[in-house]
Protein backbone atom coordinates (compact mmCIF):
# COMPACT_ATOMS: atom_id res chain seq x y z
CA UNK A 1 0.00 0.00 0.00
CA UNK A 2 1.55 3.22 -0.83
CA UNK A 3 0.67 6.94 0.15
CA UNK A 4 0.89 9.82 -1.42
CA UNK A 5 1.10 13.25 0.12
CA UNK A 6 -1.03 15.77 -0.91
CA UNK A 7 1.50 19.52 -1.27
CA UNK A 8 -0.34 22.29 0.29
CA UNK A 9 0.06 25.89 -1.65
CA UNK A 10 3.43 27.04 -0.30
CA UNK A 11 4.10 30.26 -2.64
CA UNK A 12 1.87 32.82 0.16
CA UNK A 13 3.21 31.01 3.03
CA UNK A 14 6.95 31.47 1.84
CA UNK A 15 6.36 34.98 0.95
CA UNK A 16 5.07 35.74 4.74
CA UNK A 17 8.52 34.07 6.07
CA UNK A 18 10.51 36.63 3.77
CA UNK A 19 8.49 39.74 4.55
CA UNK A 20 9.26 38.64 8.02
CA UNK A 21 12.59 38.02 7.44
CA UNK A 22 13.06 41.62 5.31
CA UNK A 23 11.49 43.22 8.42
CA UNK A 24 13.74 41.68 11.08
CA UNK A 25 16.39 41.99 9.09
CA UNK A 26 15.60 46.06 8.99
CA UNK A 27 14.88 46.66 12.59
CA UNK A 28 18.87 44.72 13.40
CA UNK A 29 20.53 46.92 11.04
CA UNK A 30 18.05 50.35 12.13
CA UNK A 31 19.76 49.26 15.67
CA UNK A 32 23.10 48.51 14.85
CA UNK A 33 23.06 51.75 13.22
CA UNK A 34 21.86 53.78 16.16
CA UNK A 35 24.26 51.84 18.11
CA UNK A 36 27.40 52.13 16.27
CA UNK A 37 27.44 55.01 13.32
CA UNK A 38 24.71 57.35 13.89
CA UNK A 39 21.76 58.22 16.14
CA UNK A 40 19.21 61.36 15.43
CA UNK A 41 18.22 63.19 18.25
CA UNK A 42 15.42 65.88 18.59
CA UNK A 43 16.30 69.41 20.83
CA UNK A 44 13.98 69.73 23.27
CA UNK A 45 14.73 73.16 25.35
CA UNK A 46 16.63 76.29 24.97
CA UNK A 47 19.83 75.60 27.46
CA UNK A 48 21.92 75.95 24.16
CA UNK A 49 20.04 78.62 22.71
CA UNK A 50 20.67 81.26 20.34
CA UNK A 51 22.71 78.93 19.30
CA UNK A 52 20.44 76.05 18.45
CA UNK A 53 16.90 76.04 19.28
CA UNK A 54 14.14 73.62 19.97
CA UNK A 55 13.20 71.69 17.63
CA UNK A 56 16.60 71.25 15.66
CA UNK A 57 18.03 67.88 15.20
CA UNK A 58 20.99 66.47 15.65
CA UNK A 59 23.48 63.65 14.46
CA UNK A 60 25.37 61.97 17.11
CA UNK A 61 27.87 59.66 16.20
CA UNK A 62 28.14 57.05 19.10
CA UNK A 63 31.26 55.54 18.38
CA UNK A 64 33.50 58.99 18.58
CA UNK A 65 35.21 57.65 21.51
CA UNK A 66 34.99 54.17 21.58
CA UNK A 67 32.70 50.92 21.03
CA UNK A 68 29.93 51.09 23.45
CA UNK A 69 27.73 48.19 24.92
CA UNK A 70 24.28 48.73 23.85
CA UNK A 71 22.59 47.73 26.93
CA UNK A 72 24.99 48.85 29.59
CA UNK A 73 26.41 51.45 27.86
CA UNK A 74 29.95 51.41 29.19
CA UNK A 75 32.86 50.82 26.59
CA UNK A 76 33.84 47.78 25.29
CA UNK A 77 37.11 49.60 23.60
CA UNK A 78 37.74 53.38 24.32
CA UNK A 79 40.46 54.91 20.81
CA UNK A 80 39.26 58.73 21.97
CA UNK A 81 38.93 61.27 24.57
CA UNK A 82 36.52 64.15 24.71
CA UNK A 83 37.98 67.30 24.41
CA UNK A 84 37.21 70.63 25.53
CA UNK A 85 34.28 72.39 23.00
CA UNK A 86 33.26 68.88 21.95
CA UNK A 87 29.75 68.82 21.97
CA UNK A 88 28.28 65.74 23.05
CA UNK A 89 24.73 63.32 24.12
CA UNK A 90 24.90 63.40 27.73
CA UNK A 91 23.11 59.84 29.01
CA UNK A 92 20.15 59.59 32.18
CA UNK A 93 22.16 59.47 35.46
CA UNK A 94 20.75 60.61 38.63
CA UNK A 95 18.99 63.29 39.18
CA UNK A 96 18.68 64.20 35.40
CA UNK A 97 16.39 61.37 33.72
CA UNK A 98 16.91 62.43 29.88
CA UNK A 99 19.22 62.70 27.87
CA UNK A 100 20.66 66.22 27.15
CA UNK A 101 23.52 67.33 24.50
CA UNK A 102 25.64 69.94 26.29
CA UNK A 103 29.00 71.44 25.51
CA UNK A 104 32.68 70.01 27.34
CA UNK A 105 33.61 72.16 29.14
CA UNK A 106 36.94 70.19 30.55
CA UNK A 107 37.89 67.11 31.10
CA UNK A 108 39.58 65.31 34.31
CA UNK A 109 42.16 65.46 35.39
CA UNK A 110 42.24 69.39 35.63
CA UNK A 111 41.58 71.84 37.99
CA UNK A 112 38.44 74.19 37.62
CA UNK A 113 38.87 77.67 39.71
CA UNK A 114 35.47 79.59 40.84
CA UNK A 115 36.31 83.53 40.97
CA UNK A 116 33.94 86.63 40.69
CA UNK A 117 30.98 84.68 39.95
CA UNK A 118 32.50 82.90 37.09
CA UNK A 119 34.34 79.47 36.42
CA UNK A 120 37.69 79.13 34.68
CA UNK A 121 38.99 75.88 32.83
CA UNK A 122 39.94 75.02 29.62
CA UNK A 123 36.74 75.12 28.15
CA UNK A 124 36.89 79.31 29.03
CA UNK A 125 34.90 81.42 31.28
CA UNK A 126 31.69 80.07 32.14
CA UNK A 127 28.92 82.32 34.90
CA UNK A 128 28.48 80.01 38.11
CA UNK A 129 25.17 81.23 38.36
CA UNK A 130 22.88 82.06 41.89
CA UNK A 131 23.55 78.48 43.20
CA UNK A 132 26.69 76.75 42.29
CA UNK A 133 27.33 72.88 42.68
CA UNK A 134 29.22 73.17 46.45
CA UNK A 135 32.07 71.66 45.00
CA UNK A 136 32.98 74.46 42.86
CA UNK A 137 33.96 77.25 46.02
CA UNK A 138 37.26 77.97 45.05
CA UNK A 139 39.75 75.49 43.16
CA UNK A 140 38.12 72.13 42.43
CA UNK A 141 39.64 68.78 41.26
CA UNK A 142 38.05 67.45 38.33
CA UNK A 143 39.26 63.56 38.32
CA UNK A 144 40.62 61.04 35.21
CA UNK A 145 37.31 59.51 33.63
CA UNK A 146 35.22 62.33 34.32
CA UNK A 147 34.21 65.01 31.95
CA UNK A 148 32.36 68.70 33.13
CA UNK A 149 29.87 70.19 30.81
CA UNK A 150 27.77 73.05 30.52
CA UNK A 151 24.92 74.31 28.59
CA UNK A 152 25.71 77.41 26.09
CA UNK A 153 22.60 79.84 27.30
CA UNK A 154 24.47 79.53 30.91
CA UNK A 155 21.20 81.47 32.73
CA UNK A 156 18.79 78.25 31.68
CA UNK A 157 20.88 74.96 31.61
CA UNK A 158 20.82 72.55 34.23
CA UNK A 159 24.51 71.38 33.75
CA UNK A 160 27.69 70.24 35.96
CA UNK A 161 26.87 73.91 37.38
CA UNK A 162 24.57 71.65 39.18
CA UNK A 163 24.95 68.11 39.37
CA UNK A 164 28.70 68.14 39.48
CA UNK A 165 31.05 66.04 36.54
CA UNK A 166 29.18 62.97 34.83
CA UNK A 167 32.08 59.73 33.64
CA UNK A 168 32.80 59.64 30.80
CA UNK A 169 31.26 56.69 30.28
CA UNK A 170 27.75 58.56 30.27
CA UNK A 171 29.09 60.41 27.20
CA UNK A 172 26.54 58.48 24.56
CA UNK A 173 27.98 60.33 21.26
CA UNK A 174 29.78 63.25 19.84
CA UNK A 175 27.36 65.29 17.82
CA UNK A 176 28.70 65.82 14.31
CA UNK A 177 25.81 68.28 13.15
CA UNK A 178 22.76 69.62 13.38
CA UNK A 179 19.93 71.41 11.39
CA UNK A 180 16.47 73.44 12.19
CA UNK A 181 15.15 74.60 14.91
CA UNK A 182 14.09 77.87 16.31
CA UNK A 183 17.00 79.50 16.39
CA UNK A 184 18.66 78.65 12.88
CA UNK A 185 17.19 77.43 10.07
CA UNK A 186 20.37 76.41 8.31
CA UNK A 187 22.44 73.00 8.59
CA UNK A 188 25.32 73.63 11.12
CA UNK A 189 28.96 71.62 12.29
CA UNK A 190 30.69 71.48 15.55
CA UNK A 191 33.41 73.89 13.12
CA UNK A 192 31.90 76.81 15.05
CA UNK A 193 33.20 77.27 18.46
CA UNK A 194 29.60 78.89 19.15
CA UNK A 195 28.25 75.09 18.45
CA UNK A 196 26.18 73.44 20.62
CA UNK A 197 22.94 71.37 21.85
CA UNK A 198 20.30 70.61 23.81
CA UNK A 199 18.20 67.37 23.78
CA UNK A 200 16.59 68.36 26.98
CA UNK A 201 17.51 71.19 29.46
Not at 6 to 20: N, T, V
Not at 159 to 175: H, M, Q, T
Amino acid sequence: MTTRRIAGPRGPRRERLSAARIIVAAVALAAALKAFALDLVIVRGDSMSPTIGSGAVAVVSPCAYGLRLPLSGSYLVRWGEPAPGDVVLVSPFPPERRRAVKRVFDVGPAYLVAEAGSLRGRGGLVPLGPSPHSSLAGSAYLPAGRAFVVGDNAGRSIDSRRYGSVPIEKLAGKVLLWFGGAADRTLQTISSKDAAEDADR
